[in-house]
């Protein structure tokens, strides 16, 4: 039975239950110095910049914010009025704006637009009158925060702008929830001022013209640029966004004003020579021509007017030729007004006499050359006075052919006088670009301009030198120097009167007095060259001259210079007109025709406007001729 029954399955031993593990948190410390430690570094760092820019690098940052935050422009100085002698403006200066950009305001990161300054540009040019390409290359000036885009633009021009910036203004405020961008926020206007003529060609020559910058380059514009410019004043303040911020205030220093100058010219006498010679010049369709006026006792010029001319407000459409002050800087050969200084020689060294008989051939052999006068003739036997009333060469080489014992010595002698009277120097006016004119040494003279300088050819003046001599007669023989300024009036209204002229004397008041009625006889004397300079109630004392000219492009003779010079009234003289036409190709070439109607046209409107009555006296009527018998 035991042997039979299976065997039970034993059980496993039972093994004791596993105890809980237990987990157990690391010490802190550590990871907190670490933590620590990362954070002091950053600190550090922070400390060492913020050290680095509030100290080491604050000045460099400061002027850094200052450069963006400020702007600096320029004040320009008002320039001075330049005025005649009654005050009134030959040329003054009005309001005008300089027109600027800020290029940064134009940069993509800035207008949010990538071609910003192709569409301002495209908005400026039609209103500025510039190429939309040129305010392109402006507005896109790299790293820069001020650029000129157009100077002297009128109060109006500025209005169109500010006008158009105000619509891009409001479309800004409309678009992207009032963050849009005004495109022309980075334009922008400083005050400046503009140069004008209000009498347009008037006066031109002299007045001259300034320059884009505002600066004088041409006649009293540029020489007398530094009493007109005034001085420069400079202004400073904050900027956003190329606005300004009006709390922000400013400072600077402001500018100060040019003088202003007042001129020896009388603007309606000057408007009388510019209308009179400017239609001769037309009329004898000649290159040019020029009239002066001067005061004989003061040499006050009151007039120098040339034609053409131009108009110094426009220069874009002015003639090249026509931009300078031709009656100062034109040289050439003066013809018969020069035998005056001849004549002045001969009675001053007591030679000869009005009366005294000159026997004067139709040819008279000199040199290696046959001399003639302007017509052919029998002989003609005349006194000296008849010899500058004709206009006699011929008469003029025998008469200065005695101021010495040989023609070296008597070209010596004239040669002293023609220097006296002002001729080859400058004429005291310091005109830029005179000319001094032409007048070699006596021993230069060549075989004929010994016989041709005597009737005014082979030497050369400018317009102002050939008054001059008349004034010097007119003025009892004292020669003083022409002036163009009476004075300058400063920024503080204080007047000062330019400085009295230098005086010479050149030949006696006696040899003066002589000469004024030999002069009479040109105009007077029915045999004269001058009758059609005659005035009704005034004696008038005058000279004719047509001269041979030097094209100055030929570099040889070809064409005339006519001209007349004369003074009235003749027995008191107080003003001198000299008149001058170069290469008239129409109609006559003789000074008497066509210069003697404009110094009569001119000398009769002077006389009335400065309010010169006639002397009511009887000319002195020398003789002319002399019998053959005498």
Wanted: with cysteine; glycine share 10%.
């Amino acid at each position: 039975s035991g042997g039979s029954r299976a065997s039970a399955p034993r059980r496993p031993a039972s093994r004791p239950p596993a105890r809980p593990r237990t987990i157990r948190l690391g010490s802190p410390k550590p990871r907190l110095r670490l933590i620590s430690l990362g954070l002091t570094l950053v600190m550090l760092a922070f400390v060492v910049r913020l050290l680095q820019v509030q100290a080491v690098d604050a000045s460099a940052y400061a002027a850094k914010a200052e450069k963006h935050r400020y702007q600096e422009y320029t004040l320009s100085a008002d320039r001075g009025e330049i005025t005649d002698r009654a005050g009134i403006a030959l040329a003054a200066s009005v309001d005008a704006y300089d027109i600027t950009a800020d290029p940064k305001l134009f940069t993509p990161e800035d207008s949010k637009v990538r071609d910003a300054p192709e569409q301002a540009a495209a908005l400026l040019a039609p209103l500025l009158g510039k190429d939309p390409a040129e305010l392109v290359g402006k507005l896109r000036t790299p790293k820069s925060r001020y650029v000129m885009l157009a100077r002297k633009q009128t109060p109006q021009v500025w209005k169109q702008i500010k006008d158009l910036k105000k619509v891009y203004e409001r479309k800004a405020k409309v678009s992207q929830g009032g963050n849009g961008i005004n495109l022309l926020a980075g334009i922008i206007s400083e005050p400046s001022t503009k140069r004008v003529y209000p009498n347009g060609e008037l006066a031109a020559g002299i007045l001259g013209y300034v320059n884009a910058e505002g600066r004088g380059a041409g006649g009293l514009e540029s020489m007398l640029d530094a009493e007109l410019a005034g001085k420069d004043g400079k202004i400073r303040y904050a900027q956003s966004g190329g606005r300004r911020v009006p709390t922000a205030g400013s400072k600077g220093t402001p500018a100060v004003p040019g003088s202003d100058i007042e001129l020896t010219i009388d603007r309606d006498v000057q408007w009388a020579a510019q209308q009179a010679i400017t239609e001769q010049v037309r009329a004898s369709r000649a290159d040019r021509g020029y009239v002066i006026v001067q005061n004989t006792r003061t040499g006050e010029v009151l007039a120098m007017a040339n034609a053409p001319g131009f108009d110094p407000n426009d220069l874009s459409e002015a003639n090249a030729t026509a931009m300078g002050n031709a009656s100062l800087q034109d040289a050439y050969e003066p013809g018969s007004t020069s035998k005056v200084m001849s004549m002045a020689a001969v009675l001053e060294e007591g030679v000869a006499s009005p009366d005294t008989h000159v026997t004067v051939p139709n040819r008279l052999h000199r040199g290696d050359r046959l001399f003639k006068d302007d017509i052919d003739h029998p002989t003609w036997y005349l006194t000296l006075n008849g010899v500058l009333a004709k206009s006699s060469n011929i008469g003029t080489i025998l008469a200065t052919g005695q101021l010495g014992r040989s023609q070296a010595e008597s070209n010596q002698v004239l040669y002293s006088y023609l220097r006296k009277f002002g001729i080859g120097s400058p004429t005291g006016l310091a005109y830029p670009g005179e000319t001094p004119g032409i007048l070699a040494k006596p021993k230069d003279w060549s075989t004929s301009q010994q016989y041709t300088i005597p009737f005014g050819q082979g030497l050369s003046v400018n317009a102002m030198q050939a008054t001059s001599v008349y004034s010097t007669i007119a003025n009892g023989g004292v020669r003083i120097e022409p002036t163009l300024v009476r004075g300058t009036r400063g920024p503080d209204g204080r007047f000062t009167p330019a400085p009295a002229p230098k005086q010479t004397r050149v030949v006696s008041a006696k040899t003066a007095r002589t000469l004024a009625q030999m002069l009479e006889s040109v105009v007077g004397n029915e045999e004269g060259t001058g009758t059609k300079a005659r005035i009704p109630g005034y004696r008038v004392a005058g000279k004719t001259g047509t001269a041979n000219r030097v094209d100055p492009e030929l570099g040889r003779y070809k064409g005339y210079t006519a001209s007349f010079a004369g003074f009235a009234p003749a027995d008191d003289p107080q003003i001198t007109v000299y008149c001058a036409i170069q290469n008239p190709t129409k109609g006559s070439y003789f000074g008497g025709q066509i210069c003697g109607p404009i110094y009569k046209k001119v000398m009769e409107f002077a006389l009335k406007t400065l309010h010169v009555a006639p002397t009511g006296t009887a000319p002195a009527r020398l003789p002319v001729t002399f019998a053959a018998s005498e």
